[in-house]
C-alpha cells in the first residue's frame, strides 16, 4: 500500500476530529498524512489512517506552512 493510501482517514471522521489543545478546527493534508490545526501551529500525524491526537506525537508548523493553510 501507497504511504498516502496508508494515511487516508474516513470522512466522517474528519467532522467531528478538532484539536486537542485549541478544540479548533483540523485541515487534513493527505500528501503529508497529517492534521493540521492553524491555531495551535501543530500537525498532528495519521498513521496507517489512524490519526494520533496527542500533542506530545505532534510536530510545529512553520510559518511558510501556516501561510499555505
Known amino acids: 500500500m501507497a504511504e498516502a493510501e496508508?494515511?487516508?482517514i474516513d470522512k466522517r471522521l474528519?467532522?467531528?476530529l478538532v484539536c486537542p489543545?485549541?478544540?479548533?478546527?483540523?485541515?487534513y493534508d493527505r500528501k503529508?498524512?497529517?492534521?493540521?490545526s492553524k491555531k495551535a501551529?501543530?500537525?498532528y500525524p495519521v498513521r496507517d489512517g489512524v490519526p494520533i491526537m496527542l500533542v506530545d506525537e505532534a510536530r510545529s508548523l512553520s510559518d511558510?506552512?501556516?501561510r499555505a493553510l
Open 14 to 16: 474528519l467532522e467531528i
Open 64 to 66: 511558510e506552512e501556516l
Open 32 to 36: 503529508n498524512g497529517e492534521l493540521l
Open 6 to 8: 496508508a494515511s487516508e
Open 41 to 43: 501551529r501543530l500537525a
Open 21 to 27: 489543545q485549541t478544540r479548533g478546527p483540523l485541515v
